[in-house]
């Protein structure tokens, strides 16, 4: 069975930075598109990016509008690891972070269903 890992939250003050990692056991990330999603105290799940599979080669990357040009995802098939830069972290971006996989797309991504997923990073954000 597959485990996704996060790791990287903390607590960072407004205008910080902080960046979350994925990795996975017993598998290569490199079959999965990966997402990373949030949930704030009190709302919805919300998804916020996510990158296609490794062996696709496409290299695609998607950024809802909440995050874009302040988060930046990336993936390193040597380290099997995906990564989360996040920066210019504001209150609102208080959460907990998920990665998630799924297996099923051959190229590109969204942020729809998702079928394996990591236990979530907590990130606060406060002065």
């Known amino acids: 069975q597959v485990h996704l890992v996060e790791s990287g939250g903390g607590f960072v003050q407004p205008g910080g930075s902080l960046r979350l990692s994925c990795t996975a056991s017993?598998?290569?990330?490199?079959?999965?598109?990966i997402g990373w999603f949030r949930r704030a105290p009190g709302k919805e799940r919300e998804g916020l990016s996510c990158?296609?599979?490794?062996?696709?080669?496409?290299?695609?990357?998607h950024y809802t509008d909440s995050v874009k040009g302040r988060f930046t995802i990336s993936r390193d098939s040597a380290k099997n690891m995906v990564y989360l830069q996040m920066n210019n972290l504001q209150p609102e971006d208080t959460a907990v972070y998920y990665c998630?996989?799924?297996?099923?797309?051959?190229?590109?991504?969204?942020?729809?269903?998702?079928?394996?997923w990591g236990q979530g990073t907590r990130v606060t954000v406060s002065s």
């Open positions: 998630a996989g799924r297996n099923n797309t051959i190229s590109g991504c969204n942020l729809g269903w998702y079928g394996t």
């Open positions: 990158i296609s599979r490794g062996d696709a080669g496409d290299g695609f990357t």
């Open positions: 017993g598998t290569s990330l490199d079959v999965f598109a």
